[in-house]
Structures are given as C-alpha cells and as structure tokens.
C-alpha cells in the first residue's frame, strides 16, 4: 500500500526562487548522467549506496534530473558525519544522509556565533513506517531458547547501535518505550552494522538495532530474529541537503535537482518498489540483490519535511548529553518546508 503521495512539486518554482536566490574518505565517482549535451548543469551530489538513496539512483537512471537540465554526478560515501562536513565545505553541492548529533551542532553553533547556517536542508530522503528499516534485533537461537522473546527482556542487558549521536539511537528509545523501558534500563554499547549478527550469535550483546538489508540477511542465515518492528510512524532521520552559497549562486542547477528529486520520489511512491526494473536499478548501485529488497522493509518518501520529527530527535539527543549548544534550533531557518 502507498502510504504517501509527493505534492511538492506546483510549489517548488516559488520555493527555490526564495532561495534567490565512518567513513570513505576517498569519495569516487559512482555514475553521471551520459547525454553529451553541454546545456546540462553538472551538479555534484554525495550518497551513501544503500537502498535508502534510492530516490537519487532513479533520479539518474530514469532521467528525471536530466529532464530537469542537471547532470547529477553520484560521489560515494561509507557514511557518518564527514557528508556533512564535504557539504558544509563545498566539496559536494549537495549532500545525503542522516539527520542527527552533527546536523544540529553545526547549525546550534552557527546560530550561537550569528553565523549563516552553511547548509541547508531541502527534502527528506526517507521516513519510516512500520516495518521499519532498521529494527530492533536478537539472536535467533537465543529468542528460539525463550531466553528473550520480548522488548521487557532486554532489561539489564547489553544493546547496540552503529554510532552515538545518529538516528538509529533514537530509534533504540523508540524501541525500548514500546516494551516500557528506557535507554536508562540498557547497557547501550556501539557495533557496526555488519557485525551485529556474529555479536549476537557469540553473545557479546543481547540486542541490536540492525539496518535493512542486513536484518532480511541475518534473518535468511537464521542468525537473528527481529523483535520489534513497529515502533515508528512517519519519523524522518534522514534528509537531502544542499550548501547553501552553492544554492545561491546556482539557483536554476538548484532548482532543476530538487525538481528531478521529487519526480523520482514520485515514481518511487508510485509503484515504483514493486517494479523490477527499479529495483535492478537500486541492486546495480548497492549490490543487494533484488530478491533481498523484494523482502526488505523498505523506506518511504512523501517530498516534505516534518519538522515536528526532527525536533523531537533534537529533545532526545539533548536528554543524552549529546548536543553542543543551548536552545531550541530555529528549523524554518534552515529546513524548506513549503
């Protein structure tokens, strides 16, 4: 079932003319658009290759930013902050990833220090609905022993997330209030995505918060069992952001990259995630094989920010010590909503 629809589009003229106006530190070119035409604007544009960023692979596979005059040239990320930072500095005109610790601390001391914002977000590049993407997940031989079968079990226990500070940590607390607990009634500790199964199957953690595909993986190994699912509805933890000179400078390349995003989002949100050609498309780009995504909880994409998401994590983020500014951040001044 489609649960949103983009409706962004009619508005985005007036958008963007108010606009006027850890990580692979050795980026490398993924695609470009191929069309030979010089009237195209080349607009670089980091991502992390999982399936999440779908929206920007149909983008430059079906031609919808080409359509819009951008060739959108796709520069590779492991993840983490340094997005963020190559977007700041102007090394990508427009970046991808997740909205967390780093995103608010830039723009809280920016704010502080009366600077301008230096990035500024434009469109979500996923929101979450059960199930969701990244659940809550045990060992499968442990859940199957009735050792812990419920979120109420991982009580005193020791539970993982991929990084402090990212949304995955939020979503942990979302996790544990369904059971009635908190993040004060866990040993919260970090692994890597990857290695959450092998961490679970040799006990050294009890929980995870394990990121698709590699749950449907797991789950295929008969390494892990996912315990809950169902503890988001709507929450936004990641974004597509651009620098904001880069914007002002180039507001027609602006204009037609947001434009092709949100065409994409649309064929996306449209049955595009039951299409096979689409997801040959996202396998091509990531290396999940189709019949993982045709399994995987996949992601969802309305074209419009929720702020009320975002300040929620922020609350969060500042109950764990984690945020580096006093306040509440002014969204509006840096997140498009209209």
Same mark, same amino acid.
């Given at each position: 079932?489609?649960?949103?629809?983009?409706?962004?589009?009619?508005?985005?003229?007036?958008? =963007?003319?108010?606009?006027?106006?850890?990580? %692979?530190?050795?980026?490398? @070119?993924?695609?470009?658009?191929?069309?030979?035409?010089?009237?195209?604007?080349?607009?670089?544009?980091?991502?992390?290759?999982?399936?999440?960023?779908?929206?920007?692979?149909?983008?430059?596979?079906?031609? $919808?930013?080409?359509?819009?005059?951008?060739?959108?040239? =796709?520069?590779?990320?492991?993840?983490?902050?340094?997005?963020?930072?190559?977007?700041?500095?102007?090394?990508?005109?427009?970046?991808?990833? #997740?909205?967390? +610790?780093?995103?608010?601390? =830039?723009?809280?001391?920016?704010?502080?220090?009366?600077?301008?914002?230096?990035?500024?977000?434009?469109?979500? =590049? $996923?929101?979450?609905?059960?199930?969701?993407?990244?659940?809550?997940?045990?060992?499968?031989?442990?859940?199957?022993?009735?050792?812990?079968?419920?979120?109420?079990?991982?009580? #005193?226990? &020791?539970?993982?997330?991929?990084?402090?500070?990212?949304?995955?940590?939020?979503?942990?607390?979302?996790?544990?209030?369904?059971?009635?607990?908190?993040?004060?009634?866990?040993?919260?500790? &970090?692994?890597?995505?990857?290695?959450?199964?092998?961490?679970?199957?040799?006990?050294?953690?009890?929980?995870?918060?394990?990121?698709?595909?590699?749950?449907?993986?797991?789950?295929?190994? @008969?390494?892990?069992?996912?315990?809950?699912? %169902?503890?988001?509805?709507?929450?936004?933890?990641?974004?597509?952001?651009?620098?904001?000179?880069?914007?002002?400078?180039?507001?027609?390349?602006?204009?037609?990259?947001?434009?092709?995003?949100?065409?994409?989002?649309?064929?996306?949100?449209?049955?595009?995630?039951?299409?096979?050609?689409?997801?040959?498309?996202?396998?091509? $780009?990531?290396?999940?094989?189709?019949? +993982?995504?045709?399994?995987?909880?996949?992601?969802?994409?309305? #074209?419009?920010?929720?702020?009320?998401?975002?300040?929620?994590?922020?609350?969060?983020?500042?109950?764990?010590?984690?945020?580096?500014?006093?306040?509440?951040?002014?969204?509006? #001044?840096?997140?498009?909503?209209?």
């Amino acid at each position: 079932m489609k649960r949103v629809l983009v409706g962004a589009l009619g508005a985005l003229a007036l958008v =963007l003319a108010a606009c006027g106006n850890d990580d %692979d530190n050795g980026a490398n @070119d993924d695609t470009a658009a191929d069309t030979g035409s010089a009237e195209l604007e080349r607009v670089t544009v980091g991502h992390i290759p999982i399936f999440i960023s779908a929206p920007l692979i149909v983008g430059v596979e079906e031609g $919808h930013f080409e359509d819009e005059g951008v060739e959108v040239n =796709l520069e590779r990320l492991a993840g983490g902050a340094d997005m963020l930072v190559q977007t700041a500095a102007g090394n990508f005109d427009i970046g991808s990833g #997740g909205v967390g +610790v780093a995103l608010f601390n =830039l723009v809280g001391e920016a704010e502080s220090a009366g600077q301008e914002i230096p990035i500024e977000v434009v469109a979500p =590049l $996923h929101e979450e609905y059960p199930p969701a993407t990244t659940p809550l997940a045990v060992s499968r031989e442990r859940y199957e022993s009735g050792e812990i079968t419920s979120v109420e079990d991982l009580e #005193g226990m &020791t539970v993982s997330i991929n990084a402090r500070g990212a949304a995955t940590e939020y979503w942990l607390e979302l996790a544990l209030n369904s059971g009635g607990l908190t993040m004060d009634d866990i040993e919260l500790t &970090t692994v890597n995505f990857p290695e959450v199964a092998t961490a679970l199957e040799n006990e050294s953690i009890d929980g995870a918060m394990l990121g698709e595909p590699l749950a449907t993986l797991g789950q295929d190994q @008969d390494m892990v069992t996912i315990l809950t699912d %169902d503890f988001v509805d709507g929450e936004q933890p990641t974004a597509v952001y651009w620098n904001r000179s880069w914007a002002e400078d180039n507001p027609e390349s602006a204009e037609g990259f947001l434009r092709g995003y949100l065409r994409a989002v649309e064929r996306l949100e449209d049955g595009g995630w039951e299409d096979d050609a689409i997801l040959e498309m996202i396998e091509a $780009h990531t290396d999940v094989p189709v019949d +993982v995504l045709e399994r995987a909880s996949r992601p969802y994409n309305s #074209g419009t920010l929720d702020l009320e998401s975002f300040r929620a994590q922020e609350a969060f983020f500042r109950g764990q010590d984690l945020l580096t500014y006093d306040g509440e951040l002014d969204f509006e #001044g840096f997140m498009r909503t209209e």
